[in-house]
């Protein structure tokens, strides 16, 4: 049996019941294989590959807190701090029902290589709860962030481990976290990125993964002789991500014309109106029904089957393995010749591979996600040097990290005989840097 094959039995194995970690690992592997058959001996000596897969620590505990009836409620929490071989911890907090261990474990061990991807100094880690923001008052959600911390302030700082947002983690979340992390410890640091801006806080952050996705996406299509003025996209999502993706498609001259949330879905030929988009969302954290009877040219539907939506481009911005195989399929029989991923892993292992087999050009989240924690690692630069940086000057900084990054994912798969498989390319390049510092930091 080969390595890479041992050590993804071992992984299933070792981790029962996680299946999202189970399929990035072996996303990962299979990828990664012809580079590992290369350094077989070496890697297998050096147990390279098993200590890449099992995390350097594994963090969880109880999150008491009390609701606004007076009643005492318990959360999980985590925080998976999985690989610090190129720099301290770097990776989002997720509060949603949903969150487990394994959900944490596969979203940190993508966090390693698209971290690498970025060129900057900043290892991989993920975390959150099964907490539930949404239907919360802020004195409920408050109470929650402070317990949260309470507990994980001891594992967390700004040379260790440098949390941010994801799924249920906003500018509100962050700075209930912060405040209760300076009162405890009494430090005024960088602990944590997407802080308002009147504390630390990044222009353009809140932007910055939407902004990202579409750099990202339009040097993919300059690459293959296409542009993307002109496109039709499909978008889900209504977070942060699919709100600045849109505005960002938009401003390069794309008509993206759906969005999603967790009931629905928007399809609005006439293109997304983004300020309404934002009211809806950002202001009134309304459903997409509110878009719908403010917009009289969109459509609201219930449930799923956005991507059923004639296209060019698919953009898919939501949460980890919301496109299968028969969305693919749809996708490719309406014209749909690009999938963009802006979500970790938003694309089951099938739709995939069907995508990749008909010659469709396919981004995966670790590249082409990137532009949050890039902007997040900008952050912490500015905290240390104790700076703010303009709008213009983050953006543009962003745009070359994105551009770059497509050009190590492109010139990694031409150089492994994979050209055009961005997903090879982009684990090929993130996995060398990082196995090259494990190799000469020793067995650690």
């Known amino acids: ?22 399929q990035a690992v072996k996303e990962v592997l299979e990828s990664l294989r012809v ?22 620590r594994q963090i969880l505990f109880r999150v008491p807190w009390v609701d606004d009836k007076g009643q005492v409620q318990v959360n999980n929490g985590f925080r998976v701090q999985f690989n610090s071989a190129i720099g301290p911890y770097k990776g989002g907090l997720r509060f949603h029902p949903s969150v487990t261990l394994g959900t944490i474990k596969f ?8 971290n690498s991807l970025t060129s900057l100094p900043i290892g991989g880690g993920k975390g959150g709860s099964d907490f539930d923001p949404k239907g919360k008052s802020d004195k409920e959600v408050m109470k929650f962030c402070q317990s949260f911390m309470t507990e994980l302030y001891r594992h967390v700082g700004a040379d260790t481990d440098v949390p941010a947002g994801d799924i249920g983690v906003g500018g509100r979340e962050i700075g209930f976290l ?38 990202f996406l339009d040097a993919m299509l300059r690459a293959n002789g296409k542009a993307l003025a002109g496109q039709t996209v499909a978008v889900s999502g209504a977070g942060n991500v699919a ?10 001259g794309a008509k993206p014309v759906t969005c999603t949330d967790s009931t629905g879905w928007i399809y609005d030929p006439e293109g997304i109106d983004v300020a309404l988009l934002k009211e809806v969302k950002e202001v009134k954290r309304a459903r997409l029904t509110a878009y719908a009877e403010a917009r ?10 956005v991507w059923s939506t004639k296209c ?47 010659g469709m050009l396919f981004s995966p989240g670790k590249a082409s996600n990137a532009g949050g924690v890039a902007t997040s690692a900008l952050e912490m630069s500015q905290n240390s040097e104790r700076l703010s940086w303009s709008f213009e000057e983050v953006d ?49």
């Open 396 to 444: 543009s900084k962003l745009k070359g990290i994105m551009e770059n990054i497509f050009r190590s994912v492109d010139e990694a798969a031409k150089k492994y005989g994979k050209e055009g498989d961005y997903v090879a390319g982009a684990n090929i390049a993130g996995f060398l840097k990082v196995a090259e510092a494990m190799k000469a930091q020793g067995i650690v």
């Open 107 to 114: 979203l940190g061990f993508e966090q390693i290589f698209k």
């Open 312 to 358: 060019n481009i698919a953009c898919p911005c939501a949460t980890q393995n919301e496109l299968n195989l028969d969305d693919a399929k749809m996708l490719y029989e309406n014209g749909c010749y690009c999938v963009a991923e802006g979500a970790n892993m938003p694309t089951t292992l099938e739709a995939t591979q069907f995508i990749q087999s008909k």
């Open 296 to 305: 009289p040219s969109a459509v609201y539907h219930e449930g799923k089957g």
């Open 178 to 215: 912060y405040g209760q992390y300076k009162r405890i410890t009494g430090l005024y640091e960088g602990v944590l990125t997407g802080k308002g801006l009147t504390y630390g806080g990044s222009l353009a952050r809140t932007q910055a993964t939407g902004y990202g996705l579409i750099y």
């Open 243 to 252: 709100i600045y993706a849109i505005e960002k498609a938009q401003q390069l």
């Open 1 to 22: 049996m080969s390595y890479v094959d041992e050590v993804y039995e071992r992984v299933v194995a070792q981790n029962p019941a996680q299946p999202e970690f189970h």
């Open 35 to 56: 580079v590992i058959e290369e350094n077989e001996e070496e890697y297998r000596k050096e147990a390279l590959l098993e200590r890449l897969t099992t995390p350097e």
